[in-house]
T-cell receptor, first 109, second 115 residues
Framework: KNEVEQSPQNLTAQEGEFITINCSYS?????LHWLQQHPGGGIVSLFM???GKKKHGRLIATINIQEKHSSLHITASHPRDSAVYIC???????????FGTGTSLTVIP | DSGVTQTPKHLITATGQRVTLRCSPR?????VYWYQQSLDQGLQFLIQ???????AKGNILERFSAQQFPDLHSELNLSSLELGDSALYFC??????????????FGPGTRLTVL
């Protein structure tokens, strides 16, 4: 069983659509992270959350600690948002990191 | 550009061989993390060093070892290589003020192919 589950695995959207990617986890965590991996392979850290909600530009990340669930929203999606989005958690003890398998997003012009 | 550098970019070698991957963290970052990304397993945490000391260990095989040097660069050594070790190996660095994952900055990765 994976400690972190993401859905959907693949997502295709039209430019301008509102996108939601979901992440559920089964371990106690100190924080949850959303990463973006570009087609060339580079990884960028988007958000680190331990509670509530964070917003950066068109990206919004939320977390519900009681339900062990997080969502990443992209408003007014754009082809440059096409990437793999990975949810990761750092364990409550702080010394283990677990990753979801990623959501591959394609935004069509 | 994250400021984290990894060398080499690509590495092709044969089964049974030994390779060393190198990572230089961002200036001022004391913590270095190593990750493996393979097609079938996704991203996996291998090991973390902070200021030269091992701080956390993940799914790192006994054939793999790492160290962080006084100048804070780190090396990941992979020995007795198997076909299944073919993967992208990422290094990341952070200031790391406490437990867990402070914001990490990822290097571009080293793509290892074992033939």
């Amino acid at each position: 069983k994976n400690e972190v589950e993401q859905s959907p695995q693949n997502l295709t959207a039209q430019e301008g659509e509102f996108i939601t990617i979901n992440c559920s986890y089964s371990v106690g965590i100190s924080a949850l992270h959303w990463l973006q991996q570009h087609p060339g392979g580079g990884i960028v850290s988007l958000f680190m959350l331990s509670s509530g909600k964070k917003k950066h530009g068109r990206l919004i990340a939320t977390i519900n600690i009681q339900e062990k669930h997080s969502s990443l929203h992209i408003t007014a999606s754009h082809p440059r948002d096409s990437a793999v989005y990975i949810c990761a958690v750092s364990s409550f003890t702080g010394n283990q990191f677990y990753f979801g398998t990623g959501t591959s997003l394609t935004v069509i012009p | 550009d994250s400021g984290v550098t990894q060398t080499p970019k690509h590495l092709i070698t044969a089964t049974g061989q030994r390779v060393t991957l190198r990572c230089s963290p961002r200036s001022g970052d004391l913590s270095v993390y190593w990750y493996q990304q393979s097609l079938d397993q996704g991203l996996q945490f291998l090991i973390q060093y902070y200021n030269g000391e091992e701080r956390a260990k993940g799914n790192i095989l006994e054939r793999f070892s790492a160290q962080q040097f006084p100048d804070l660069h780190s090396e990941l050594n992979l020995s007795s290589l198997e076909l299944g070790d073919s993967a992208l190996y990422f290094c990341a660095s952070s200031v790391w003020a406490g437990q867990g994952w402070a914001e990490q900055f990822f290097g571009p990765g080293t793509r290892l192919t074992v033939l």
